[in-house]
């Protein structure tokens, strides 16, 4: 009876375990994006999570050079938050943290921040993506889209 007592709890803290993944809801970010009207060679890419970590990366060309390039993190804490951590150029990382999600869309917030204050990622289909950064600049408010379409990665 222990034995059955003790698969049965341990059966069921996995399946609360599989349930409780803070990635689920963004894990369709994962792999190569080539955004609309950029030139050939401009990507965002997203490694799978593992290790309560998404780790991605985008470069923007132009006239076939980097005019533009970004490191990003999206990090669980141990509470199984998400956060979207933002390193343009190579700056120091700015931390979003997220403020709401649904099955399609993560959107992530920091306030105290300059522009933008909102980063959000919306699964639009398979193959569609939309990033949009948000926010009030110079006290109007201000929002950008970035519609991508998914590649194969190089």
């Not at 003790?6 to 409780?20: I, K």
């Not at 809801?25 to 309560?52: D, H, I, K, N, T």
């Not at 390039?69 to 997220?98: V, Y």
Request: charged fraction near 20%; glycine fraction near 8%.
């Amino acid at each position: 009876m222990k034995t059955l007592l003790a698969l049965l709890l341990s059966a069921g803290c996995a399946a609360a375990h599989a349930q409780a993944d803070p990635f689920a809801p963004v894990a369709w970010l994962a792999g190569c994006w080539s955004p609309q009207g950029r030139e050939a060679g401009s990507v965002e890419q997203w490694m799978a999570p593992a290790g309560g970590l998404m780790l991605g990366m985008a470069r923007t060309l132009k006239n076939g050079r980097v005019v533009e390039f970004e490191f990003m993190q999206i990090r669980a804490d141990a509470e199984g938050r998400l956060s979207f951590i933002a390193q343009p150029q190579g700056r120091p990382p700015t931390e979003f943290r997220l403020l709401r999600q649904a099955e399609n869309e993560a959107v992530f917030e920091n306030a105290a921040h300059d522009f933008p204050q909102r980063v959000l990622y919306r699964h639009e289909a398979v193959d569609r993506l939309v990033a949009r950064i948000e926010g009030l600049r110079n006290g109007q408010p201000r929002g950008i889209d970035f519609p991508m379409q998914r590649m194969a990665c190089p």
